[in-house]
Structure formats: C-alpha cells, structure tokens
C-alpha cells in the first residue's frame, strides 16, 4: 500500500505542472488581452542580424498619448513626462505641444500610411530620438520581406542608416490575431465590414500587453460624439484646421469601406477596463 501510494504521488507531481501549463497555453488563446498577457513575440526587429529578435518591454505604468485635438489646453504635459512609459502613436509632434502632451517618448506605433513621414523626418525621429521603439504595423503586401514589401524596405534603410535605433514590425501573426480579438468582441468580421483597424486598436493591444496599468490621454469614449454638450476639436491636436474629431470619427464608423471603426474600438476599450488597470482623463470615461 505504501509503495502504491509513492507511486500515486510521484504520478501526481509529474502531473500537476503539465496540468498548470496546458491549463496556462489554453488561457493564452483567450480573446481579451486584458485578461491576460499575449507576450511580445508578435513584434520582430527590423535590424541587419538580428530579424529574430522579438521586442521585450514592459512597464509598470504607461501613459498612452491620444493625438486627438482633445489634448488642446490640457496641460498634461508634466504628469505625462513622470510615467515610466510613454506610449505615443505615428507621426504625432511634440515640438510646440510639450505643455499638453510631454516631451517624453518610450514607444510609437506608428501605420505603414505614416512611415513615409517618419522617413521624411529622419533626422528627428530615427536620430534625435534615438531611445524611442518604433513599431510598425501594416498589411503584409507592404510588410513582405522579400524586396517587394515597399514599407519594409524603407524601414530596413533606416535600421541600417541607424543601427542604434530599435524598429519592430508587427507580425503577420499578430495581426491576424488582432482581427481576431475584433470579431469576437464585436460579432463582425473586420473584412467583411470593409474596415481597418486603427493604430489606436494596434496600440491599446500593445499597451494592454506591456503596461501593468496604463492611463489614457486625450481618447474619447464610444458614446461621446452622441451627447450634446460634446466639445469640438480637431481630429489631431496638430492639424488645427481639418475636420473635427467627431465628424471624422462618424464618417468612418459608417464608411462601408476603408474605415476605421473609431467609435466601436473605443466601447472595446471600455470592456477591457473592466479587467486591465485602465484609467482614462481628457476626457474621463465613466466605466
């Protein structure tokens, strides 16, 4: 009885990490990232030798940046900066907007449609800004590596121009994953609707995946442009004279295709906070 027993137990502790880790991989497969980490190997470096290497990055508190014109007169700026993580997204400035946005920058992800403006801008954002991580998401016929992916290409030029600098691309994998996570918050097919994914969506994920907590700047939630007393900003606090935010945010939630469904994301968003240490301010969400 007793070496029976020994047995059983021996079987058990053999049994019992196997059970932890199936149990672990299959939580991994879950569809909101707040609920859990995804890990980093979705994002591959963009450098001579080193296209293996995967992005490794966390932080206990980040604070996520919105371009929106929400940021206008905010006066963020010095709370922003004392982050230890400051997440920003495409080309957004910093020159002339530090009162209200910081001058810090951790981290951007930035839209295969904006890396020409980056390029375009070198001396700033692949110099100067030597210690920010760059990551770049887009379709794979831009993405391909095979000297035909347009966006890549010039991404593997400033990688080799700047070899300080760190530069990611966001899997295939990873992209599809994102689509995943859409479809079945929402019950839609992103494709099929005829929309993209925002660089907000693509960064929520990332900040989700990374930050411990994060607090949102500038991001209004999905019901704001409905209520009567919203304000009226511009769509980016650094294009002062386009169309305003809530107009751009309606048209494309409608746009039967090529449009971002902004206005959806953002009651994701709010499903997310319920899980993640999520806070948002300018405007305040009420989850």
Known sequence: MN??????????????????????????DGISPAAHSTGSGGYMRIAYGMTDQFLDMHCNQCALVSSS????????????????????????PIKGYEKDVGRRTSVRVVSHTSVPLLVKNEHYFFKQS????????????????????????ALWKMATKYPNVRIYAMTKERIEYCDKMFQ??????????GAYLSTGFFTMVLAVDMCDSIHVYGMIDGNYC??????????????????????????????????????TEKVIYAKWATHHKMKFKYPSWSL
Not at 17 to 22: H, K, S, V
Not at 69 to 92: H, P, S, W, Y
Not at 237 to 258: D, L, S, T, V
């Open 184 to 193: 079945n918050e929402t019950g839609k097919n992103r494709m099929k609707t």
């Open 69 to 92: 014109g929400q940021m206008l007169g905010t006066g963020a700026g010095e709370e922003i900066d004392k982050f230890e993580c400051v997440i920003r997204m495409n080309n957004a």
């Open 3 to 28: 070496s029976l027993l020994f047995r059983w137990l021996c079987l058990l502790s053999l049994s019992l990490p196997l059970l932890f880790w199936f149990g672990h991989v299959v939580t991994r």
């Open 130 to 153: 030597a210690g920010t991580t760059y990551v770049i998401w887009g379709p794979d016929k831009h993405m391909r590596q095979d000297g035909k992916g347009r966006t890549f290409n």
């Open 226 to 263: 409905s209520r009567g007393n919203h304000s009226v900003v511009p769509y980016h606090y650094y294009e002062k004279n386009r169309i305003n935010e809530c107009r751009m945010y309606k048209f494309h939630e409608h746009a039967k295709r090529g449009g971002h469904r902004f206005m």
